[in-house]
């Protein structure tokens, strides 16, 4: 089963993001800042990841970077309301593998999770 990681301070995102990719099958963790995040990857193994760009604390760009810094990164997607080119800049820098503005649909984001890691085993 593929594991993705749903890292955003804001629980109606958390809740959406795991609904739709619970019921399509993924086993979803999840993390409200990037503190407990860090502390699922040391522990689990993640094929992919939602980060949100702005978090209280570190942002979810730091974060994507401690991802990539993995031998075995998992796919990362950036997550965001700013839909500013110099935002997407930062997303590409860090290594993030799609930048998506929220708000977004059930079809965005399993067309997404398909293309980077294909179905839920």
Same mark, same amino acid.
């Given at each position: 089963m593929k594991t993705i990681l749903v890292v955003d301070?804001? +629980?109606e995102v958390v809740g959406l993001l795991?609904?739709?990719l619970t019921l399509e099958g993924y086993r979803v963790l999840t993390?409200?800042?990037t503190d407990p995040a860090r502390k699922?990857?040391?522990v689990k193994k993640v094929d992919l990841a939602f980060l949100d760009v702005d978090m +209280?604390?570190?942002s979810g760009y730091e974060l994507c970077e401690f991802i990539k810094d993995f031998p075995d990164a998992p796919k990362v997607?950036?997550?965001t309301g700013l839909d500013e080119e110099a935002h997407w800049q930062e997303g590409i820098r860090v290594g993030a593998d799609v930048y998506a503005v929220k708000p977004f649909g059930?079809?965005?984001i399993l067309l997404i999770v398909r293309e980077l890691i294909g179905e839920a085993d």
């Open positions: 301070d804001q +629980p795991n609904d739709i993390a409200d800042s699922l990857l040391a +209280p604390g570190e997607v950036m997550l059930r079809d965005r």
